[in-house]
């Protein structure tokens, strides 16, 4: 149902400025399309936003197959370059940075990955597990349409294939192949994130732990005050 739905739907659009932060970057060139070898950011990075960010919104322990499953989440958008070794385009609808880009994947990805791994589950909790691997997996796009080469995200596919880039785009893009990687391009691509991702991040994380412990402590002290 769902490829039958994606088949249908129009081609990508050329580009066209939209509204606020988002601008489109949409260039379906032959240089692109032929050699398709910047295209994401670090793996390391997408993974470490997930759980930074699920550390942050949750307040209790959780199991390692829930870092796990975040932290893959995170990551998971990108395996959308294997399209690349069945003739699929860059700039196609099923392309890197396309559908599996998009907000509606990373919603479709949050309902599976619950269903799956926490169907026991209910009321608040439940609704919390949703909302947090959808943020995990759309989390993917908002670091891609930071930096600054490939194609624009589609974050709105399949109803609206325009690739998006924020007009802030800080981050180095980083190559496609592991061993291109492993050289200078990939050292600025780490520093860029370090920078930009990583430190802002990791900072936040440390105060917000720091906080929550904080307010713990004072409440197990107005406890034993009261006694
Ligand atoms: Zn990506």
Redesign the pocket.
């Known amino acids: 149902m769902l490829m039958l739905m994606l088949l249908l739907l129009p081609p990508p659009r050329t580009g066209r400025l939209s509204s606020f932060t988002l601008r489109s970057r949409y260039f379906k060139s032959l240089a692109l399309r032929s050699a398709p070898g910047r ?3 670090s793996a390391f990075t997408h993974a470490f936003a997930a759980v930074a960010l699920g550390n942050m919104a949750s307040g209790k322990a959780r199991g390692w197959r829930f870092w796990v499953l975040a932290a893959g989440s995170a990551v998971l ?2 395996a959308d370059i294997i399209g690349f070794a069945f003739g699929v385009d860059y700039g196609d609808l099923l392309g890197h ?1 396309g559908f599996f ?1 998009s907000l509606l994947f990373a919603l479709i990805w949050a309902l599976f990955v619950v269903l799956l791994e926490f169907r026991q589950t209910r009321g608040r909790e439940l609704a919390w597990l949703i909302g947090f691997f959808f943020v995990a997996t759309a989390s ?1 796009g908002v670091l ?1 349409a930071m930096t600054n080469g490939g194609l624009g995200v589609a974050f709105f596919s399949p109803f609206d294939t325009t690739r998006y880039f924020f007009d802030w785009r800080p981050l180095e893009v980083s190559p496609i192949s592991i061993t291109r990687f492993f050289t200078e391009w990939g050292g600025a691509v780490l520093r860029s994130e370090w920078r930009y991702v990583w430190l802002p991040l990791g900072s936040l994380w440390v105060c917000v732990w720091t906080a929550r412990r904080f307010f713990e402590a004072l409440s197990d002290w107005r406890k034993s005050s009261r006694l």
């Open positions: 295209a994401m950011a958008p990108d940075r880009h993917h891609d």
